[in-house]
Nanobody, 124 residues
């Protein structure tokens, strides 16, 4: 049973930083890619960042380019999202997804395994 568990969310003032972590376990074959999605109240889900297993290919939404960095641990069972220069519009529930179906570094949302989410709140 694949499990995806996020941690590291919280409240921060605008301009601050947070680091999200995501541990993936229970798989037989390593996911080919992983990523972070977010959803704010009343808004649609947005793909924020993705990375493939080799670490060569990365994806970032335009809204976070230059501020967020996705990475993975050497064992490749943990994903990180370093978020700098946070803005109030970054406030959302952030979800980690691990998938074996990928478009480059972008995980297939339907085929992927999702975590429960971690809340990020940025105040102005």
């Amino acid at each position: 049973q694949v499990q995806v568990v996020e941690s590291g969310g919280g409240s921060v003032q605008a301009g601050g930083s947070l680091r999200l972590s995501c541990r993936v376990s229970g798989y037989t074959y390593h996911p080919r890619c992983g990523g972070w999605f977010r959803q704010a109240p009343g808004k649609g889900r947005e793909g924020v960042a993705g990375i493939n297993i080799s670490g060569v290919s990365e994806y970032y939404a335009d809204s976070v380019k230059g501020r967020f960095t996705i990475s993975q641990a050497n064992a490749k069972n943990t994903l990180y999202l370093q978020m700098n220069s946070l803005k109030p519009e970054d406030t959302a529930m952030y979800y980690c997804v691990a998938s074996w179906n990928c478009r480059g570094a972008y995980p297939d949302e339907v085929a992927g395994y999702w975590g429960q989410g971690t809340q990020v709140t940025v105040s102005s």
